[in-house]
């Protein structure tokens, strides 16, 4: 990986970026679209640590780091569009490039690119949960 993560404490940062990506290179939005379907109540814990999901069945991690941030990524890229959504991957990768980034770092950047409202909503979305998505 170019950009480290701390995967214990922030699995959302590395696993739920990896595949959404991964999405978006293979242009699966199909499969997207079925994951916002099914993940509607299980990605609100997104922002939980490992020790968390640890405790539970396997499937919570699946549903809610994999594709919860999947869905949530795909809200604001709908939502602002792609370009601004690139540019939040050029600034993590600009400025995190063989370097670890943490939660701050990401909620910073995306702060820069998109607004401080808009940081404020992520992080209580990462933080505290939601069933229905501000950026939907």
Same mark, same amino acid.
């Given at each position: 990986?170019? &950009? *480290?993560? %701390?995967?214990?404490?922030?699995?959302?940062? @590395?696993?739920?970026?990896?595949?959404?990506?991964? $999405?978006?290179? +293979?242009?699966?939005?199909?499969?997207?679209?079925?994951?916002?379907?099914?993940?509607?109540?299980?990605?609100?814990? &997104? *922002?939980? %640590?490992?020790?968390?999901?640890?405790?539970? @069945?396997?499937?919570?991690?699946?549903?809610?780091? $994999?594709?919860? +941030?999947?869905?949530?990524?795909?809200?604001?890229?709908?939502?602002?569009?792609?370009?601004?959504?690139?540019?939040?991957?050029?600034?993590?990768?600009?400025?995190?490039?063989?370097?670890?980034?943490?939660?701050?770092?990401?909620?910073?950047?995306?702060?820069?690119?998109?607004?401080?409202?808009?940081?404020?909503?992520?992080?209580?979305?990462?933080?505290?949960?939601?069933?229905?998505?501000?950026?939907?």
């Amino acid at each position: 990986s170019i &950009i *480290g993560t %701390n995967s214990k404490e922030n699995p959302f940062m @590395d696993e739920g970026f990896t595949e959404y990506i991964t $999405y978006l290179a +293979t242009n699966s939005n199909l499969q997207l679209k079925a994951y916002q379907k099914i993940t509607a109540t299980s990605y609100r814990y &997104i *922002g939980q %640590n490992m020790d968390y999901f640890d405790s539970r @069945d396997s499937n919570v991690l699946a549903l809610t780091v $994999y594709r919860g +941030t999947s869905v949530l990524l795909e809200q604001i890229r709908v939502k602002y569009g792609t370009p601004k959504l690139l540019e939040f991957f050029h600034q993590i990768y600009n400025n995190y490039a063989t370097q670890v980034m943490e939660r701050a770092d990401l909620l910073n950047i995306f702060e820069n690119v998109y607004s401080l409202s808009d940081r404020v909503n992520l992080e209580f979305i990462v933080t505290n949960g939601y069933k229905v998505s501000y950026f939907a």
